[in-house]
């Protein structure tokens, strides 16, 4: 868990996509994710985290439903969702001005 530290520590927010490769809704997230990294370039970053590769993290962060949107800034979480959303829903979320 030292690597997801580094990672959260960035100063652009971290958008983490919790899912499973068996989920339907988050088979449905994947392309949306592809629309909002294009969207956002390096004013974010977006990583999808596995939860069956990575179940000690997910229980970390208490992770239970599937997909699970959290944004890390700063090393801090400053938002928190689960459940499908739209990539305009994502986009709004991260240009929010108020994760600062």
């Given at each position: 868990m030292s690597k997801?530290?580094?990672?959260i520590?960035?100063?652009v927010p971290i958008l983490l996509n919790f899912y499973t490769e068996w989920d339907e809704?988050?088979?449905?997230?994947?392309?949306?994710?592809?629309?909002?990294?294009?969207?956002?370039?390096?004013?974010?970053?977006?990583?999808?985290?596995?939860?069956d590769k990575n179940q000690e993290l997910a229980e970390a962060l208490r992770i239970k439903t599937l997909?699970?949107?959290?944004?890390?800034?700063?090393?801090?979480?400053?938002?928190?969702?689960?459940?499908?959303?739209e990539a305009n829903d994502l986009l709004s979320t991260l240009k929010n001005d108020k994760l600062d």
């Open positions: 997801f530290g580094e990672i520590d960035l100063q809704n988050c088979k449905h997230v994947h392309p949306i994710l592809k629309d909002v990294v294009f969207a956002m370039g390096d004013k974010a970053k977006v990583i999808k985290i596995n939860v997909p699970t949107f959290v944004i890390y800034k700063s090393g801090e979480m400053v938002w928190r969702k689960s459940g499908f959303m």
